[in-house]
């Protein structure tokens, strides 16, 4: 099993930053990639930033050039930096490890909690 725990959300003006954190504890070595998606009470959850084991990077393409992902691989930790906020950024932001299951026949997602980004004047 792999644990996830979030920290960093909030509320910010437009054209403001925030930075999350989610660190992963339990079976870390299992852990392919770190990400993060977002969700609103609107749209389904969405990939917003992940990062793979060989520290390939996606993002969506309305997050290109203001989110930045990063991943400390020591300490099982992964980063958003979010730049630039824009008030459609407002979603509950998860953090997301894709990795072996706990009998490690087959590959999951595990999830974090969740914390919430306001973007609002």
């Known amino acids: 099993q792999v644990q996830l725990v979030e920290s960093g959300g909030g509320l910010v003006q437009p054209g403001g930053s925030l930075r999350l954190s989610c660190a992963a504890s339990?079976?870390?070595?299992?852990?392919?990639?770190l990400g993060w998606y977002r969700q609103t009470s609107e749209k389904q959850r969405e990939l917003v930033a992940t990062?793979?084991?060989?520290?390939?990077?996606k993002y969506a393409d309305s997050v290109t050039g203001r989110f930045t992902i990063s991943r400390d691989y020591a300490e099982n930790t992964v980063y958003l930096q979010m730049d630039s906020l824009k008030t459609e950024d407002t979603a509950v932001y998860y953090c997301?490890?894709?990795?072996?299951?706990?009998?490690?026949?087959?590959?999951?997602?595990?999830w974090g909690q969740g914390t919430q980004v306001t973007v609002s004047s």
């Open positions: 990062e793979k084991g060989d520290a390939t990077k």
């Open positions: 997301n490890a894709y990795g072996l299951s706990p009998d490690n026949t087959e590959w999951q997602h595990y």
């Open positions: 339990g079976r870390t070595d299992s852990i392919y990639s």
